[in-house]
């Protein structure tokens, strides 16, 4: 195979106006009408969603009996089952189904998980019965696992469908080649995130508290009602809905770059970039909103794109020739990694307030008044509190101010939102690090070092810090990390870009679950001493496992700046109309950059 000398630039029977004034003609007019039905249902479906796994241990553990270890692995399982379903979900939308049935189905399908799981919860014959005092507590039968465990697994793949397309669907509805819209998608992961945050904080609060004084039929309930108005919510902006059609599967695309890149390994590059392929009417469906263009770097993957004499133009075969649009698409997807890697360590840090930052509270004074103390799961919700104090400071206080400096709309770009969330997590494990030894030490003052049970009188509040911090953190960098995505994803992999945000938080767990493991099985000394001890947090080094995090973290930090100085974000060309100096209108292409 040698390339052809004389390969067309442009291969079109259409021109890219004509085909997006065709594609968009027919198109919903989305935008912030649809606003309120998209809010309406990620509060409903996040207070149900959170609503009915924030206390699930509790379920499985009073309700059904379960042996703690049992019950833990349960919902690990689950979490795993639950981290992997976005990628399938993701898939089915951006391929063959669209984000609007994807959405609508898979919510009918965690509603469906969600009523058996309630109704087994109402029924007496569907879990064991009650146990009281010392009596021995009968444990859930085969019949009855199977109940939970298919419920749980309707959810699971409820949860494939909501996770990656509820967010991408929303910023659907801002046309970005619209100059009314464009800068409203960063406005709407703000709000996004903001509604997100202020959901869960009721669902740990009132949903809990339903379920722990209340009973279990309205703990299971309430969530399950409100999972059937999200539904309802969603379909009726149907007519709203700015609907973008699925155009085919975005990884078999990707396979056929590398494919058609291996077989033309051996032939030397084009002098003239613009001599690689390029077919406008072939990429119409995935670059609606723009075309990439070639960019310096993976130049090996170019060679997918040089047209041979026995390639045939017009009707390429995929496997042996692709268009400079589609190799971009890959080598956006590859620059992509390193960034998503940095934000696993973070999620193994934000973990930690439910395991161990949990386990500190529960030893220390949480009483509000003589009667009423706060639940230790509860101090989590500071951690929610700062992060919506902090999104609408950033939104109302922060843009504008960097906004005058650096006249970027947003302020700063994500790159910078991402490394400043990142930094304030390592200050959140290492000031987590000091309270730690400020809590032994008043354990050893009071000598209540060998009385795990006893609460020791120091007031919770001392761990307010590490959970705000947090909560700051993830203000930034969470949201900062779903711009990204969003943003430098190929046009036609966006819910496939929020199924990999999904991934990162399933890594960070099971780094932590690694963490943990390696370290309490490293840090045994003498006498059964351990860093992370099961029984006695005060005869541990809690201390030093935070110091880890954050020395981790600071690995991470410098490996990210290093990412990010070399990032090449996503070029896209774009058709402009401007109106001339004379009053008529003037088409044209521009290069945009967003950041």
């Not at 940095?342 to 930690?352: E, R, V």
Request: charged share 15%.
């Amino acid at each position: 195979m040698t390339p052809s000398p004389n390969a067309p630039t442009n291969i079109t029977k259409t021109t890219m106006a004509d085909i997006k004034h065709a594609r968009n003609s027919n198109r919903p007019k989305g935008g912030l009408i649809t606003m309120p039905f998209i809010f309406a249902t990620e509060a409903c479906e996040k207070l149900a969603v959170v609503g009915f796994l924030a206390n699930m241990i509790s379920y499985l553990t009073q309700q059904l009996h379960m042996p703690l270890t049992q019950a833990a692995n349960t919902l690990t399982n689950f979490g795993g089952t639950a981290g992997l379903t976005p990628l399938i979900g993701a898939f089915v939308a951006d391929a063959y189904a669209g984000k609007f049935w994807t959405l609508t189905l898979t919510s009918i399908i965690y509603q469906i998980g969600m009523v058996s799981l309630t109704i087994s919860a109402v029924a007496p014959k569907l879990r064991p019965p009650p146990c009281h005092g010392n009596q021995v507590c009968q444990e859930a039968n085969a019949g009855q696992l199977a109940i939970l465990h298919g419920s749980l697994l309707l959810t699971a793949l409820g949860l494939g469908g909501i996770r990656p397309c509820v967010v991408a669907f929303g910023a659907d509805q801002f046309d970005e080649t619209d100059p009314k819209q464009k800068n409203r998608t960063w406005k709407y992961f703000n709000w996004y995130y903001f509604i997100m945050g202020a959901s869960i904080l009721v669902a740990e609060t009132v949903i809990v508290y339903i379920q722990d004084n209340v009973g279990w039929g309205w703990g299971l309930g309430i969530p399950t009602g409100l999972m059937f108005l999200s539904i309802i919510a969603f379909v009726l902006g149907c007519p709203l809905y700015r609907n973008l059609d699925p155009s085919g599967s975005p990884f078999t695309r990707l396979v056929q770059v590398c494919v058609a890149a291996y077989k033309k390994r051996k032939l030397p590059m084009v002098s003239d970039t613009r001599l690689l392929y390029e077919n406008e009417e072939l990429d119409a469906s995935i670059s609606s909103a723009g075309k990439l263009i070639h960019t310096k770097q993976l130049t090996f993957l170019d060679k997918a794109a040089i047209i041979t004499e026995s390639d045939n133009i017009k009707t390429a075969n995929l496997w042996n020739l692709n268009t400079v649009h589609r190799v971009e698409e890959l080598k956006s997807v590859i620059r992509m990694g390193p960034i998503w890697a940095s934000g696993i360590i973070l999620i193994t840090a934000y973990t930690q307030q439910s395991t161990f930052s949990l386990q500190q509270a529960k030893t220390m004074d949480r009483h509000l008044t003589s009667s009423f103390q706060i639940p230790a799961g509860s101090m989590s919700v500071f951690t929610h509190i700062a992060m919506l104090a902090t999104i609408v400071l950033y939104d109302r206080i922060f843009i504008p101010i960097t906004r005058f400096f650096t006249s970027l709309d947003r302020g700063i770009t994500f790159l910078h939102r991402m490394g400043i969330g990142l930094a304030i997590s390592i200050l959140a494990t290492l000031v987590a690090g000091f309270i730690e030894l400020r809590r032994k030490h008043v354990a050893f003052t009071h000598g209540l070092v060998d009385n795990p049970h006893s609460t020791i009188p120091i007031v919770v509040f001392w761990l307010v810090p590490q959970y705000s911090l947090h909560g700051i953190a993830e203000a930034f960098m969470s949201i900062g990390h779903l711009e990204f995505f969003y943003d430098q994803a190929p046009e036609s992999m966006k819910s496939s870009a929020m199924a990999l945000f999904c991934t990162s938080i399933s890594m960070g767990n099971y780094l932590s679950s690694f963490l943990v493991s390696l370290v309490h099985r490293f840090s045994l000394g003498p006498g059964g001493k351990n860093w992370l001890p099961d029984q006695n947090l005060n005869k541990g080094k809690l201390e030093n496992f935070y110091w880890l995090i954050t020395f981790l973290q600071v690995v991470n930090f410098f490996y990210y700046l290093l990412c990010a100085k070399f990032y090449t974000y996503k070029p896209v060309q774009v058709h402009v109309s401007k109106e001339g100096d004379n009053g008529e209108k003037q088409e044209g292409f521009e290069l945009v950059n967003r950041v």
